[in-house]
């Protein structure tokens, strides 16, 4: 099971963190990402991240945005610093092991102006 939590209501300019946890039989995870999805967008691409710790973002949250893990727990966390309105969307996470990918509940992020 992967569980996405850590989301809520934050003003413009602030920061929040949200964090996926897997657990039970998902095991030998090669990488977790996260994406969101906008109110009649589809879903993203957000930034990722390999079992060896090397981060991929999309354009868009560079410089802004920072994912980190601990493959030994099998958590990953997203750090989203000067929010801004855009980003709000509901933000899933995803593991992807040899055999099959997982994707948690989503965890809904919304920044109020």
């Known amino acids: 099971q992967l569980q996405a939590s850590g989301g809520g209501l934050v003003q413009a300019g602030k920061s929040l963190t949200l964090t996926c946890a897997a657990s039970?039989?998902?095991?030998?995870?090669?990488?977790m990402s996260w994406y969101r999805q906008a109110p009649g967008r589809q879903r993203e691409l957000v930034a990722s991240?390999?079992?060896?710790?090397?981060?991929n973002y999309a354009d868009s949250m560079k410089g802004r945005f920072t994912i980190s893990g601990d493959s030994a727990r099998r958590v990953v966390w997203l750090q989203m610093d000067s929010l801004v309105p855009e980003d709000t969307a509901v933000y899933y996470c995803?593991?992807?092991?040899?055999?099959?990918?997982?994707w948690g509940q989503g965890t809904e992020v919304t920044v109020s102006s």
């Open positions: 039970g039989s998902i095991s030998n995870i090669n990488g």
């Open positions: 995803k593991a992807v092991t040899l055999l099959q990918t997982y």
């Open positions: 991240i390999t079992v060896r710790g090397v981060a």
